[in-house]
């Protein structure tokens, strides 16, 4: 059976709110979205990546996603992209996992 532990690419299992939000603002202090051209602005907060942040309310059309070369994607082997209209790394995992069956 897979664990939350197996694909938790920011190690928030276990975290403290207090060192969940110290590792959002992280995350989104390193952001590169609002260099993007998929991004609207405005939007906030980015890192959309992040577990909680949730998708973006404004941005529906996809362009580009530069992910993959930020250094927050980097440091924490994410392995999806456009998580601001597809969400979460987590939840992209999440549902892959369901669509590739037991
Ligand atoms: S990986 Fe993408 S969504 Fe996550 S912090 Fe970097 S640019 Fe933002
Ligand atoms: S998640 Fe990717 S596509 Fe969306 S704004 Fe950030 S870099 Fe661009």
């Given at each position: 059976m ?10 928030v299992?276990?975290?403290?709110k ?14 590169l979205?609002m260099?993007?051209p ?26 580009n996603?530069?992910?993959e070369?930020c ?32």
């Amino acid at each position: 059976m897979i664990e939350l532990s197996d694909f938790d690419r920011f190690g928030v299992e276990g975290m403290t709110k207090e060192e969940y939000i110290e590792k959002q603002e992280d995350v989104v202090k390193n952001c590169l979205c609002m260099k993007c051209p998929t991004y609207v602005k405005g939007d906030a907060p980015t890192g959309y990546c992040f577990p909680l942040v949730g998708t973006s309310r404004i941005i529906h059309a996809e362009k580009n996603c530069i992910c993959e070369t930020c250094p927050v994607y980097k440091e924490n082997e994410l392995d999806h992209t456009f998580y601001c209209t597809r969400c979460s790394e987590l939840c992209q995992t999440q549902k892959k996992q369901v669509l590739s069956g037991p």
